[in-house]
């Protein structure tokens, strides 16, 4: 996609790319500086990188499975660095850059696999190891209280009657949000390449950008909205699930007539160079924290649906889905 086409999606991406590379810049440290304590097995010290802002899916993932492998005593010193960016590619190239290095792995997912694409990235998943898949997570469309949107058939004829006039909110430039914009547009048989859809760097940022009524829709995964739709504060519309979500009560697209489906796999990948024992004490790690009491715990908090896959299966799977995800993206006309 060329610069124009991007400055079309995100009048503010020029100034987020330069925030993001300080952020990056300053992230390198923190990830040096949690690799600098004793101890040179993962078992003793761990850092995961969450390829995004605090607050949004990356970031609960890490953080979850920081807190799973701390309370059983998988790794004794597990760490969180958000490196934020690009749809995950800024954490990607940092990952990419710690060749052979095995105390330190990335969570991935859906999103990655559209930044990849859109952005061009000359570092893929399949320049890491896969060590890991655990959960699939899933979308969903929500307005502010006092829309006037109360479903989402009234919000898509006010978008079909002026594509550009809807300001949707998301996350990242070809990640699984705008994906899914662009699937429920093709749907309403409205250009994807016509929508008004403004990029942020995690869910947080949504989140505050509908409140403050910047955007009028915003779509992410359900849990970066949980709290504020169980308030009252946001309605939802639909969610993107082949099926009925148990714990989420809200209608499927598909059981309003909308064929979109697209979930949002989690999982996490190592860094290339690695040693087959090093990899392999990666996925003992990654088995035993999805079999603790307090990884089932999350998965079933957050709605989380169990999806899990190890080392070369996880492999075939990602090389699937990134041709999948990039010929998407081609469909709706994004990349």
């Known amino acids: 996609m060329t610069g124009k086409s991007l400055a ?4 503010t991406l020029s100034k987020s790319l330069l925030a993001v590379a300080v952020a990056a810049a300053v992230t390198v440290a923190g990830i040096d500086a949690a690799r600098s304590g004793t101890g040179s097995d993962a078992r003793a010290k761990l850092t995961l990188i969450a390829p995004a802002a605090a607050g949004g899916g990356w970031d609960l993932v890490a953080r979850e499975a920081q807190q799973a492998l701390r309370s059983d005593g998988i790794v004794n010193n597990a760490q969180v660095v958000n490196v934020p960016g690009a749809g995950g590619t800024i954490g990607l190239s940092q990952l990419e ?13 859906t999103v990655m696999l559209g930044g990849i694409a859109i952005n061009d990235s000359d570092t893929t ?4 190891v896969p060590i890991a898949k655990f959960a699939e997570d899933f979308e969903v469309f929500v307005v502010p209280k006092d829309s006037p949107y109360q479903t989402i058939d009234d919000m898509i004829a006010a978008w079909r009657a002026n594509p550009g006039g809807l300001p949707i909110g998301g996350g990242s430039l070809g ?7 662009g699937q429920l547009a093709q749907e309403a048989d409205i250009d994807p390449a016509a929508i008004n859809y403004i990029a942020y760097s995690g869910g947080g940022e949504v989140l505050t950008s509908l409140l403050s009524n910047t955007v009028g829709v915003a779509v992410s995964g359900y849990n970066d909205f949980r709290d504020q739709i169980e308030a009252g504060n946001v309605r939802a519309l639909a969610v993107a699930a ?11 697209f598909v059981e ?6 697209l979930v949002n796999w989690r999982g996490i990948v190592a860094p290339p160079g690695i040693s087959d024992e090093d990899r392999d004490t990666l996925v003992d790690i990654a088995t035993e924290m999805h079999e603790t009491e307090q990884w089932m715990t999350a ?3 957050n709605r989380w649906k169990e999806s899990f896959q190890t080392g070369d299966e996880f492999g075939e799977f990602l090389e699937v889905e990134q041709t999948r995800i990039t010929d998407i993206l081609r469909e709706l006309g994004l990349v």
């Open 242 to 252: 082949p099926e009925p979500v148990e714990g989420i009560d809200v209608e499927t």
């Open 125 to 128: 998943l399949a320049d890491t």
């Open 97 to 109: 850059g710690l060749r052979g290095q095995s105390t330190t792995v990335m969570v991935t997912g």
């Open 8 to 11: 079309r999606f995100s009048p």
């Open 256 to 261: 309003l007539g909308y064929d979109v489906d």
């Open 299 to 301: 998965v079933e908090r």
């Open 175 to 181: 990640g699984i949000d705008h994906i899914v914009a």
